[in-house]
């Protein structure tokens, strides 16, 4: 009966540790922070085409008719919704007569300060902007100008590549004496993010 019983106990002994099995550490990793698409801190480098309207019904830019174009701007944004931009643009078209009559290449130079409001559900951020800058031919019928704006830009890639598209108004003033100079802008283009 002896024999019996210290059997049974070591049997029990052995086989409850071969259940209980081997010991494991758990070790857990914190989350990651979730990666903004339209971050603080981040650069822009844009690359579109351009077009302006030259003469409306109650409006008379630059250009006689319309201007066909494109361009490059850089942009900074501070925070998520603040920053500034610079862009130059190049436009093709037929001069108002009010400066002179034939075919001219304008170049204009514009700053704005910019602010989005990112809906990142969407990937899209709508943003306004305000802004001034020149339009002109280098040094010859130069006019100073300021602009306010409205657009949207979609990111296909995080913080790497997004589409954009915008549109402005610019007023040149009294210039050359032949009364208000304005006309809207439109632009679109493609976003590279850093």
């Keep these: 009966m002896k024999h019996l019983l210290i059997t049974a106990i070591t049997v029990s002994t052995l086989s409850s540790a071969a259940f209980a099995g081997s010991t494991t550490h758990m070790t857990s990793t914190p989350p990651s922070a979730p990666t903004h698409l339209f971050a603080a801190n981040e650069v822009q480098y844009d690359l579109f085409g351009a077009y302006m309207v030259g003469k409306g ?3 008379a830019g630059p250009l006689k008719d319309h201007g066909w174009g494109g361009g490059l701007g850089i942009n900074y944004f501070f925070t998520e919704m603040l920053g500034v931009g610079a862009d130059v643009t190049e436009l093709h078209g037929v001069q108002n007569r009010s400066i002179g009559i034939s075919h001219k290449t304008l170049t204009q130079g514009t700053g704005s300060v910019i602010l989005r409001l990112p809906m990142e559900e969407y990937n899209i951020a709508p943003y306004g902007y305000v ?3 020149i ?3 280098f040094g010859d019928g130069n006019l100073a100008s300021v602009h306010a704006g409205l657009g949207v830009e979609y990111r ?4 790497s590549i997004g589409l954009f598209t915008d549109a402005r108004w610019t007023y040149y003033g009294d210039a050359h004496g032949n009364g208000d100079m304005n ?3 439109a632009r ?3 976003r590279f993010v850093f």
């Design 131 to 133: 802004g001034g800058g």
């Design 135 to 137: 339009t002109g031919r």
């Design 188 to 190: 679109a283009g493609i």
């Design 183 to 185: 006309n809207f802008q």
């Design 156 to 159: 296909l890639v995080p913080n």
């Design 57 to 59: 019904p109650v409006h």
